[in-house]
């Protein structure tokens, strides 16, 4: 299989501001990392849920067959940007079977803090 | 599907203290973030266990549908607070199949620390 | 069910010195965090493995119903402790369904470093 | 069962740098962690993916009976290094069953951060 069809990470927030901002290997963000192991090449359509608004999406893209996509939700813009320093979440649904995992660089206050998990995954 | 109803996360610690206590993003917290991407509204009812005496609960909450419930520890009070530098473990049983992922910010030294992971679903 | 009756840690070590080790809060250590959310006591049966030598164990242990335990591996000594700086693994098995949760704190060098996963859980 | 024969790790990337880039223990590195609690050795053979290029591998390496390997990406050279600063994600495969997690230390900045996680586990 090497994966499931659809993922959620239920966490999520980019932290803003500190020194490394204009970094952006440095500055706060979030990525989910999604392998695409397989021979396909996998279309992605990703909902960003809120607390307080309707959903923002779907922003559509493609992993190539073989591949990792390690994507940054700073610089999604298309419908719309993730703003920082707001609650979100993730659904990920995918044409072919993938893995992901999220995670998180915070450097607000200069030094790194990092936290990581697999999503939550599920076929649809 | 889009999660289960019955969530468990076995670590639970608020540390105490710190340059940043007064200050409710940076202060150290824990989160349980919770999706619900369905389009019913989820009840949700919280049982928190500790080490040495009766659990604390039923805590009662509704995550309206297609939101996320970044639900901080330190802001629950009925029926009772979760004391700080406590080890606890929280059960979270849903109305509606959601996701839930945990998170720990721990400021107690002035710089951040961070852990998260995916909490342990399974059906009623 | 409420969880699983056998669970397995993959990571394992224990960083060793730095300036809060005398300190049994913030010096560096590991934590499985045992939720038995049921209702008869668990009796756990926990075994340490390692890269060059046989496992050690079993380490017995119980929770109470409806308690939660946050084992230090540190603080394991019957039949023997688990040593720092050292790669180990750990499988805990359990007579009743128990949710497991696995934290480091890394204090080496000063500031705190964080992690957490849920553990791998089976039915035996 | 104790555990599963094919592991996927989404996230990898190995950082680059800093003050103690010298130090085996302290420098910048990921892990994979391995338990096969198993009563057989357990043959691996994994394979590393990218975001522009054909995947590495195959990398083989055994874990023997009932022992744990805590394999370091930054160690692995044959049939080639596993580049720094470089987006990447793993897929173990195990001819036993056996249990994997995945951890990452962030030196660059001099104190440590970490991330872990439960890697993604199913059978071929």
Known sequence: MLGKTRWII???Y????GPHADDPTL???????????????AALSIMVYFADREPAGPYQLEVPARRTLH?????????EPVPRET????????SQPVVVQHTRL???LGSLAL???LAYGEDR
């Open 14 to 17: 980019i932290p803003q501001g």
């Open 106 to 108: 915070d450097a607000r």
């Open 87 to 94: 609650d979100y979440s993730t659904v990920i649904e995918s």
């Open 71 to 79: 994507l940054r939700f700073d610089e999604l813009d298309d419908p």
């Open 10 to 12: 239920a966490e999520g």
């Open 115 to 117: 936290l990581s998990t």
């Open 27 to 41: 500055r706060s963000h979030e990525t989910a990392c999604v392998l695409n192991a397989g021979h396909q090449p």
